[in-house]
C-alpha cells in the first residue's frame, strides 16, 4: 500500500486542485491520497471562503482518501511554520510514503538545492538579509537579494567540487526567479520541514498549470479576453481557474457570480456551492470586523505584542491609527509599509481574533508541531487508513472532539482547543451573516461518503 500527503487549502476545490490528485496519484503510483487541509481560517489570514466540512466533502468526492485537518496555529502561519506543522502531522501518521505539491517551476531538483541553501545559509547571509531589511524590502524580497549576492560564490565551489558528471548546477537566476513565485515559495518550506524532521517521505513536485496563484480572472473570461485579441481559440479542457479569481466571482453574493465559477469547478462541487451560496457562504474578514476592532481597542501596544507574529513595530503601527471606523482591508492599507505586507498584516489580525498567542505557538513548535491527527472526513471504503494510522502508535487520532481529554495530554488539549474557538467563531460569523446555524464541533460528525 502506497500513500500520498497532500497539504491543502481548497478555497474552495476547483479543476486544479482535481488535476493535482490525479497526477499526484498516477506519479507516485499511490493507492491512497490523504490530505492535510486548513480548517475555517487560512495561510493568507482571512476566514476560508465556505466552511471547512463543506470543503472535505468537495476532496473526499474528487479522489482524496482522507482530510485532516492542519491545527489553526499552522493553517495562519507565515509559510516556514505553515509547512512544518504540516509536514509533521503527515511525518507522524507513520503511513505516508510521498509528499506531493505544486510548483511553478516544477523541478524538485532545484526546489531541494534551495531549501539546503536556506536551512545551512553561507556566511554572510545574515548580514546581507539583515542590509537588505533596513533598506526597506520586505523579508521575501530581502531573502531573495541576500541569496543573490552570496550565490555566485557557492556556485564557484560546486564547480570546483563537482566530480560527479550528474551534479546539477543550478545559476543565480534561477534561484532567484524560485523565490519570487508563491507555489515555489511554500514548496521550499516543504522540504526544509522533511529535512529537518529526518523525514523518510519522498517529495514530489507538480508544474502548476494554467491559472497563476494570484491572477484574478477567471480562465473563461481571460479566454475570452484572449480571443477579443486574436483568432485562435482556446479548447483546453478542464478549465483551470485561480482559488483567487473563483473567489473573486462568488464574493458579490450574485447568482451571476456563482454561475461564472461554474466551468472552474467540478460538477459535485458547484453542487455543494449553489446549494450553500449565501445561505453558509461566501464569507469574508469584513465579517468579523466588529469583535476584531473591538479587541484593537481593548488592547494596548505591550499586550499586541503578546500575539503570534506581532512586533513592537507592528504594534505600534497599529494604536498610532486614529481612526478605525474603515473596513479591514483599509485599516490593512493604512497600517502597511514597504516592508510589512498585507498578508502579514491580515494575519496578525487573525492572530488577534482568534487569540494565537506567541508563547503558546512557540511551546508547540518546541514540542514536535503536531500532537494529534483530527479527521475531518473519509471515504468509507478507505477506513483502513485509520487503523493504519492507529497501528503505528505515533500520534492520536481524534475522530469525536468529545473524546480527546482522554487521548491528549495538556498541551495538546491546548492546541485543540485553538480549533474549536475558530470553528465556533467562524460558525457565529455564518448565523450572523445569514441566519444559518452550522453544527458545532461537538455535534458535527466527520465527513463520511
Known sequence: MKVVGLITEYNPFHNGHKYHIEEAKRITGADYTIAVMSGNFVQRGTPAVIDKYSRAEMALKNGVDLVLELPVCYATASAEYFAHGAVALLDKLGIVDYLCFGSECGDIGLLMETAKLLIDTPEGFDEQLLTSLKEGLTYPAARTKAIEQIWNQKQLNQQDNAADA??????????????????????????????KLSSSIVPVTIERKSAH?????????????????????????????????????????????????????????????????????????????????????FENNRTLTSYSDITNGLADRIKNLSDYNVSLAQLAQNIKTRNMTLTRINRAFIHILLNIQKSTFDEYNQKGYAFYARVLGIKKESSHLLRKITKADKIPVITKVSKADKQLDALGLRMLSGDLFAAHIYNQAVYEKYKTTLLNEYKHGICMI
Do not use: W
Open 166 to 195: 550528474d551534479t546539477t548546477i543550478y545559476n543565480k537566476s534561477e534561484i532567484s526567479k524560485v523565490l519570487s513565485e508563491p507555489n515555489n515559495i511554500l514548496g521550499i518550506e516543504y522540504l526544509k520541514a522533511l529535512i
Open 213 to 297: 496563484y494570484h491572477a484574478k480572472l477567471l480562465a473563461d473570461q481571460e479566454q475570452s479576453y484572449a480571443m477579443s485579441l486574436s483568432e485562435s481559440t482556446v479548447t483546453d479542457h478542464p478549465v483551470i481557474s485561480s482559488a483567487t479569481a473563483i473567489r473573486g466571482a462568488l464574493l458579490d453574493h450574485h447568482p451571476a457570480g456563482l454561475a461564472l465559477s461554474e466551468n472552474s469547478v467540478p460538477k459535485d462541487v458547484f453542487e455543494i456551492l449553489s446549494s450553500c451560496f449565501n445561505k453558509t457562504f461566501p464569507i469574508t474578514e469584513e465579517d468579523f470586523a466588529g469583535i476584531l476592532k473591538y479587541k484593537l481597542l
